[in-house]
């Protein structure tokens, strides 16, 4: 099967990151499509560059419907931007990767806390930690990292990242821990044997659940809200 993981930014350095997280857990005969907007905002960090984000993301996944049979769609974004769209877009299902994250966290522990980047980020978080009825169990902490510095190994931006989880665990009683960025996805492993806890990143989680929904068959309901786009001028 091919499952295609659209990083809504346009940062190509990142989406080969998220395309190599997203290939270690790929069951064998599933082909990763990583792909980004050729334009938009450069990482996104708050409701605006969400909105900008978005049309860029939703013609990835238009073009790459049309090329080829896509299995399910990953949106590598811990935002879940546009994914509402998306669903009403594809067919195929598509995954966000905080309600993958938060969902399979859900599955590991009672409390759990999410460690994003920026302040900025985290009402977002908290908006979507209600809709998946995750809000009594999470706490929401940022470590006060732009998502560009964690491409840069001498920014320091994983070591703050790396504390913040260890204040989540002494500060949160958090059983789990879920890694807010997509940009960060290729360090749960090891963050998880060094913490001694499960640290979930939401690509991998997100492919996982595409996986899964595709062998049974199963595909977005068209039927309410995800309904296809009407045609009309735009």
């Known amino acids: 099967m091919r499952i295609l993981v659209v990083n809504p930014n346009s940062t190509a350095s990142m989406t080969a990151r998220i395309g190599a997280a997203a290939r270690t857990v790929a069951a064998p005969g599933t082909e990763i499509v990583a ?3 050729p334009g938009g905002p450069a990482s996104i960090e708050g409701y605006y560059d969400e909105a900008l ?4 993301m939703l013609a990835e996944i238009e073009r790459h419907q049309r090329d080829g049979a896509i299995a399910g769609t990953v949106i590598a974004c811990f935002d879940d931007v546009g994914l509402d ?13 905080c309600e993958a994250a938060m969902q399979t966290a859900g599955l590991l522990g009672g409390r759990f806390s999410v460690v994003t980047t920026l302040a900025r980020s985290v009402p977002a ?10 809000a009594g169990r999470c706490t929401i902490r940022a470590a006060g990292v732009p998502v560009l510095a964690l491409e840069d190994p001498a920014s320091g931006a994983v070591e703050r990242v790396r504390a913040e989880i260890r204040r989540a665990v ?7 821990i879920v890694l807010g960025c997509a940009g ?12 001694g806890l499960p640290v979930v990143d939401g690509v991998t989680a ?3 659940l ?3 929904l595709a062998a049974l068959g199963l595909r977005t309901s068209k039927v309410g809200g995800y309904a296809p786009p009407l045609p009309k001028a735009r």
Do not use: F, H, W
């Open 35 to 37: 792909t980004n907007p």
């Open 170 to 176: 002494e500060q949160d009683g958090a059983e789990t």
């Open 184 to 195: 960060i996805a290729d360090l749960a492993r090891s963050l998880s044997d060094e913490m």
């Open 125 to 134: 978080l908290e908006r979507l930690a209600q809709r998946y009825g995750m």
């Open 53 to 56: 984000a978005v049309p860029g």
């Open 206 to 208: 997100g492919v996982k």
């Open 210 to 212: 595409v996986e899964g």
């Open 85 to 97: 769209a998306a669903r009403s877009l594809a067919t195929a299902p598509v995954v966000g990767i």
